[in-house]
């Protein structure tokens, strides 16, 4: 597609469910970042993949998030056992480069609301 | 590490009124900068870039320009919009070493008729 794509747009869960979060990225960009984004805050980093090269998971913030990347394309975030303060909208961006000059674009998000 | 820093916000404005949102930056090098807009519910939008040092940035009649000497890149628009109510981030992407961009933490922008 032309942009980057997120599914679903939406989630609602219950407190201790399992979620998968989908990021499909531009064509041929080679890099891949998800962020989470709280109520009114900031952007807060949490996995970044860049080719085949082993992800950078330094901002994920527990044992229960993992994400993979397949084909070095689609991008599923997992959230294992939610609990409520994993509500948010979860941002997918993707670059065509490493050296910065092109910039990320992002996806519209996933408000995840766990109930 | 690298840093992004913005103004508070929010910043609220009348109509026609002119906008100038501050950042200020952190960084080793010579790192790409660059302004992001986050409508309601949506997600962030690249707005401008500047890739080098006194490059200026600009698009929908806002702009930008990378200095160096006070490692800034303010974001301005001459009459604002209400339509432009939304928030802003400020970035900026280092080439080497880290590849992971780092953010400010977003400037909420309300323009009133």
């Known amino acids: 597609g032309a942009g980057v794509s997120q599914s679903p747009s939406n989630k609602v869960t219950e407190k201790g469910k399992d979620v998968e979060l989908r990021c499909d990225p531009i064509?041929?960009?080679?890099?891949l970042y998800w962020y989470r984004q709280s109520l009114g805050q900031g952007l807060e980093f949490l996995i970044y993949?860049?080719?085949?090269?082993?992800?950078?998971k330094s901002g994920l913030p527990s044992d229960r998030f993992s994400a993979e990347r397949t084909g070095g394309s689609v991008s599923t975030l997992t959230i294992q056992r939610t609990q409520q303060e994993d509500s948010a909208v979860y941002l997918c961006?993707?670059?065509?480069?490493?050296?910065?000059?092109?910039?990320?674009?992002f996806g519209q998000g996933t408000r995840l609301t766990v109930v | 590490g690298n840093s992004v820093t913005q103004m508070e916000g929010p910043v609220t404005l009348s109509e026609e009124a002119f906008l100038t949102i501050n950042c200020t930056y952190t960084?080793?090098?010579?790192?790409?900068l660059f302004w992001y807009v986050q409508y309601p519910g949506e997600g962030l939008q690249l707005l401008l870039k500047?890739?080098?040092?006194?490059d200026k940035g600009s698009n929908k009649g806002f702009e930008a320009t990378y200095r160096k000497e006070t490692t800034s890149f303010h974001l301005e628009k001459g009459s604002v919009q209400v339509s432009d109510s939304a928030v802003y981030f400020c970035?900026?992407?280092?080439?080497?070493?880290?590849?992971?961009?780092?953010f400010g933490r977003g400037t909420s922008l309300i323009v009133h008729p």
């Open positions: 961006a993707s670059s065509t480069n490493t050296h910065g000059t092109a910039g990320a674009f």
């Open positions: 064509s041929g960009h080679t890099a």
């Open positions: 993949f860049q080719g085949n090269s082993a992800p950078d």
């Open positions: 960084a080793t090098g010579y790192p790409s």
């Open positions: 500047a890739t080098k040092a006194d």
């Open positions: 970035a900026l992407f280092q080439s080497g070493g880290s590849y992971i961009p780092t």
